[in-house]
């Protein structure tokens, strides 16, 4: 879906470094009005400018600013999901992070990702063609101080994309959950969570420069990990990689960015990666089921790969490149996913610690040819593959899983 988030946790985050929970705008406002003081409430006017000036890039044109009560929010985000998130979209990428073991099977992600919105949005910049425009939440009309620095990023938003079309920066194919997509976000993101954090500088003394403080990860109650690093990792490792780039080449360096986003989240998780021009590797599936029907394929990348070992940590630092690619097989799913890496070493590492995320779920496993597979249904995996990659195969339908690994296994 497009770019549109900038909840008051995250806000939080760059004010106080202590996120409040995602229902707590009235208290972040108080908060927020007693650091600000007496200081006289800008017009949108007034903030548009500084984001220029903070942010060292001029607009274009003037962004101008629309208001939406909290009822004309729920209505606008119900026509946007619709509009850019289709059921069968959903139901693709539901069935394919269900297969990689990172999200309860059945469940509703189109109603998971809108109750997300619903609850966390307070401001946002709407990049469709036809749209272009910016809002503010607010049932009075006017600028609370939570909506001034959501703004901010926003209105970083709208500059980008004077610049940069974002809308089109990457082919419609390329979903929400690809690593190309996750890739390009945390460049837009971070950037935004640059400027803003920039602005709040220049509001009030925090004891330090705030555009060096640490943003972390906000959490999101009772919200599958996917779903939160897909939401929130790109405004925190994005943060990262602005400022890597803002040291580099100062703010022009941010600006092309925009239009040569990262190819790769390893690329925005380890910026020398980037700056050496160390691409991803092409990958391919080298295979298909018969009568398989094709739901969803694409990049997994490091930063998901870490949220599939449950954490990440050093076994996906050694990521080279990946495909995944994932079929309806008369209602049963299958997905193949084929990873390369940096040095064997690394392969290995990963590999381990990929069986054992999914030993304490699926048992010890049993030997299948090249594969180490974890057979408790209902879904069925595979790890393993020849040397030089790592194969994961998963399935909800046993007949499809062993003809797969049979196949898999003997190429």
Known sequence: ??????????????????????????????????????????????????????????????VPLNYLEPAGLASYLRQLVDAEYPPELADADARTLAAFGLLDPGTDLRAVRTKLLLENVVGFYDDRPGHRRLFAVSDTRSLTPTNRIVLVHELRHALQDQYADLHAALPKSVGDFDD??????????GD???????YLEGLFPLGGALGDAALPVPPIEGVPAVLRDQLARPYVDGLNLARALHERGGWAALR???????????????????????????????????GGRVLAE??????????LLGGGGAATEGWGGDAYRTWDLNGATLLVWRAVWDTPQDEAEFRDALRARFEPSHGPGVQKGPFRAFTRTPWRLAVGGPPGTVLLVSSDAGAAFERAIAELGAR
Not at 9 to 28: T, V
Not at 180 to 188: E, Y
Request: proline residues 8%; charged residues 20%; glycine residues 6%.
């Open 1 to 62: 879906m497009t770019s549109l988030v900038v909840a008051a946790l995250l806000a939080a985050g760059a004010a106080a470094q202590e996120p409040p929970a995602p229902d707590a705008s009235d208290l972040l406002d108080a908060l927020l009005a007693g650091l600000l003081g007496q200081q006289e409430e800008e017009t949108p006017e007034a903030l548009q400018a500084r984001v220029a000036e903070v942010g060292g890039v001029p607009f274009r044109a003037a």
């Open 180 to 189: 190309r997509r996750i890739a390009l976000m945390s460049v837009l993101e």
């Open 192 to 198: 935004a969570t640059l400027v803003m954090m920039r």
């Open 256 to 290: 092309e960015a925009w239009s040569k986003p990262p190819r790769s989240t390893e690329q925005v998780l380890h910026s020398d990666k980037l700056f050496a021009r160390e691409e991803p590797r092409e990958v391919v599936i080298p295979w298909s089921p018969a």
């Open 298 to 307: 694409g990049v997994l990348g490091e930063l998901l790969a870490g949220t």
